[in-house]
């Protein structure tokens, strides 16, 4: 069974991604041989319908459309926006997003959605989009997301992160259920956060241009921004260990790698982890680091 890892930055690591897939391409060795590269996922800067966090990406999206293309990977816009309203589904810029994605090569392209409102107006005017229930849901009760499984209108449903360990109810799910999840892998979040939602909405309403209180994060270390090493020690992480050892043999094969937020040199950082062979990981860190196109920093 493969494990396909969603990645975070379809604008936002652009230039990140122009290197490290030619690079995957040309020397497939170096990489376990039972995972692949799912989609890539983000959304560009200033984008009404983002929602999750506020995108930095400032590639154009042609260029981003011909990269995504030439590798037949699929891209995924995230318009994960909670707040959404009607008089927002007319955005001129997020219209042209989904015209330049909607037929983009043989393989298809998905969005990323929380808006129920946004669901419907995508579902009938571009059909041939994926939809991927967002994890800014925060779909943490077990019935609830059984029940997001079950829409017909979702290929893939991205949990709250909290329910990544709950093995004795994932294990109740039927087979198509468990194909239709896809866990976050690397949450850095409180576990313990009784404000996840409310953190989202803030990101909707800044994505927004609205004028709002800044919500501020009660985590414990919430002062030491995001690392690698705090998210390893997360209850919810899910190890590479995990994947091979758990959650292939029981059915489940999608896994999202969260931060297109973060740095290049992070995102790097994640991809040693999960998909390199161990053996390899300093000749893909010197092929990325050595590339005098590339900043990592």
């Known amino acids: 069974m493969t494990a396909y890892y969603h990645l975070p930055g379809l604008f936002e690591f652009y230039d990140f991604y122009r290197v490290f897939l030619p690079l995957f391409r040309a020397h497939r060795e170096y990489f376990y041989d039972w995972c692949d590269i799912g989609s890539l996922y983000g959304a560009p ?16 999206p042609e260029a981003v459309a011909e990269l995504i293309r030439e590798y037949g990977i699929s891209a995924r816009l ?17 219209q042209a997003l989904c015209a330049l994605f909607h037929h983009n090569g043989p393989v298809a392209s998905g969005i990323i959605v ?12 571009y059909p041939d989009f994926y939809f991927v229930s967002s994890t800014t849901k ?19 449903v991205v949990p709250d992160f909290r329910l990544n360990k709950a093995f004795h109810k994932l294990s109740t799910l039927s087979d198509a259920q468990k194909q239709k999840l896809e866990f976050l892998c690397n949450e850095c979040c409180w576990f313990a956060c009784p404000d996840r939602k409310s953190c989202y909405e803030s990101v909707s309403r800044q994505n927004l ?12 270390t919430a002062g030491r921004g995001y690392r690698f090493s705090d998210a390893m020690k997360n209850p919810g992480f899910i190890s590479l260990e995990n994947i091979q050892t758990i959650y292939l043999p029981n059915g489940f094969s ?6 297109r937020s973060l740095g290049s040199a992070i995102l790097l950082e ?28």
């Not at 008089?87 to 001129?92: N, V």
């Not at 943490?140 to 290929?155: G, H, I, P, V, W």
């Not at 241009?209 to 414990?220: A, M, T």
Request: charged share 30%; with cysteine.
């Open 209 to 220: 241009g609205e004028d709002f209180p800044e919500h501020i994060c009660v985590s414990p």
């Open 78 to 94: 995230t318009f994960s926006n909670s707040l959404l309203r009607p008089e927002h589904l007319e955005d001129a810029r997020c």
């Open 138 to 156: 925060v779909l943490t009760d077990f019935a609830q997301l059984k029940k997001e499984c079950d829409r017909e209108k979702f290929r893939y």
């Open 254 to 259: 999608h896994f999202k790698i969260e931060g």
């Open 114 to 125: 929380s808006s129920d409102l946004l669901l419907g107006y995508l579902a009938k005017n």
């Open 270 to 297: 994640f991809l040693l982890y999960y998909m390199t062979k161990p053996a390899c990981q300093l000749i893909v860190r010197e092929e990325l680091y050595l590339d005098s196109t590339l900043d990592l920093f």
């Open 45 to 60: 800067a200033g984008c009404l319908w983002d929602g999750g966090r506020a995108g930095f990406g400032d590639a154009r």
